[in-house]
């Protein structure tokens, strides 16, 4: 496919690691990808939004009231065939941007014409179930296809002809080198979360899915961020694009109060006992960094009768199945997960993530914490930084845009209880005096709080 002309359009903002750029209009230049009209009070409803009765019952159904922001802009665009590039967090309700106009475009009894890739299990599952509930009313079926688990439910929605999957792209590879898929009919192909699939490798698999494609389809690629990987294979796969931007790639989902607990490595696992015992702490999504350390801090959960699972990828399929539906009926109150819940966990009413430890990438902050507060409800994401991890808070700060609320709890704290202005001043008196012994010399558990936010300021 040819691949598009020009650069990106004036409201799209550039994400680098740490900065930000705004594309001028002179950049922008003639013949390339088009925005879309910003939509106005018009396109405040679902109604307004040139969906079927069938598909607008779907929607009340589900409970969805107004449409997001990306639903707004997508919809429109997306129902006439036109190809979208939409740049947008998790929790802005993207999902309904791609599933509602692409349920409007397919036809029961043809065969497989909606497919949509995803990076992981989780979001392959989930998509899945939402396409089965916004189908209702059709005999439209929908089924996911991942790894993990058995073929044999798959093989059979592809011999069936089920008119949408949504899958991993290594387990449809599979698939389709078995001669299983049909692409023939395919209508509509989705990339959800694009930026994530290039990160992990996926590359080949959806260079063979675009190979294997109709040329005359209709190609969405929704992403949270926008590096020069995804822009380039937005511009080469899509033929005159309408870009939608929900929010700007570097910003957190509206709703979510951010804190950062200072506090040593060792008292993590008090720290969040401590927090597990305030008012309103009823559904608790913990993110560690490694797959022992989330089985280690379930353990310590589970011994201080602290109702907890734990899900990670070498966990098989069905456990973490059944450790997400167990957290999202609320039969657990602490859900302990690697990255691989990152992306792809919708679960409703999430009242706290915490960053057990901080994301060595600064862009998964922001999908971590983009857990909580779905769909303009409200939550709350806390951080816990050991003085070794003020490096990655600052990183974090710099992407979002701002500093972010320190809470310090003395008998947690690396630095012990924070000091008033006049110890403060009294201090830096004393270290000013000192002939060379500054605080650049000293290890980093030595300092204050304070004292490292002064230091690391950039």
């Known amino acids: 496919m040819a691949a598009i002309q020009g650069t990106l359009p004036l409201t799209y903002t550039r994400i680098k690691r740490g900065c930000k750029r705004k594309m001028t209009e002179q950049e922008n230049g003639d013949g390339g990808a088009s925005t879309v009209p910003e939509g106005g009070e018009e396109l405040r409803t679902f ?194 694009p309408v870009w939608v931007q929900a929010a700007p790639g570097t910003t957190t989902a509206e709703g979510i109060t951010e804190r950062v607990y200072p506090v040593k490595p060792e008292k993590k696992p008090d720290l969040l006992l401590h927090l597990l015992g305030e008012t309103g ?76 430890d901080v994301p060595l990438d600064p862009d998964d902050y922001v999908h971590r914490i983009g857990r909580t507060a779905r769909a303009g409800a409200a939550g709350t994401a806390v951080t816990f930084v050991a003085a070794e991890d003020f490096g990655r808070l600052k990183s974090i700060e710099r992407l979002v845009g701002r500093s972010l609320d320190r809470v310090h709890l003395a008998e947690f704290d690396f630095g012990g209880a924070p000091t008033s202005e006049e110890e403060q001043a009294r201090k830096a008196a004393a270290r000013h005096a000192r002939s060379s012994k500054g605080m650049g010399s000293r290890d980093p558990g030595e300092l204050s709080p304070e004292e490292l936010d002064a230091l690391l300021r950039p």
Request: glycine residues 10%.
């Open 281 to 356: 702490w009823d559904q608790v999504l913990v993110f560690t960094r490694t797959k022992a350390g989330a089985d280690t801090l379930k353990g310590r959960l589970d011994r201080a009768g602290i109702q907890a699972d734990v899900m990670h990828g070498d966990r098989e399929m069905r456990h973490r199945t059944r450790a997400l539906d167990r957290f999202a009926s609320g039969s657990v109150r602490v859900l302990v997960a690697t990255d691989v819940a990152q992306r792809g966990l919708d679960v409703e009413g999430i009242s706290h993530v915490v960053n057990y």
């Open 47 to 240: 109604d307004a939004l040139g969906l079927s009765p069938e598909r607008l019952a779907a929607v009340e159904a589900e409970g969805w009231t107004d449409p997001t922001p990306i639903q707004r802009k997508a919809i429109p665009s997306a129902i006439q065939g036109k190809d979208v590039v939409g740049i947008a967090q998790t929790g802005t309700g993207k999902t309904g941007a791609f599933i509602l106009p692409s349920l409007e475009r397919i036809e029961a009894g043809k065969g497989l014409q909606l497919l949509v890739l995803c990076p992981t299990r989780e979001l392959a599952q989930q998509v899945a179930e939402d396409a089965r509930a916004l189908a209702r009313g059709s005999t439209l079926r929908a089924e996911f296809v991942v790894g993990g688990v058995g073929y044999g439910p798959q093989t059979e929605a592809f011999r069936a002809g089920y008119e949408i999957i949504a899958a991993t792209p290594g387990r449809f590879n599979d698939h389709m080198g078995q001669g299983k898929v049909d692409l023939g009919n395919l209508r509509v192909l989705v990339l959800d979360e694009a930026d994530r699939m290039l990160d992990m490798g996926f590359r080949p698999q959806i260079e063979e899915v675009l190979q294997r494609s109709p040329r005359t389809r209709q190609t969405m690629l929704f992403s949270a961020t926008m590096p020069d990987g995804v822009h380039a294979l937005a511009l080469r796969v899509t033929r005159d």
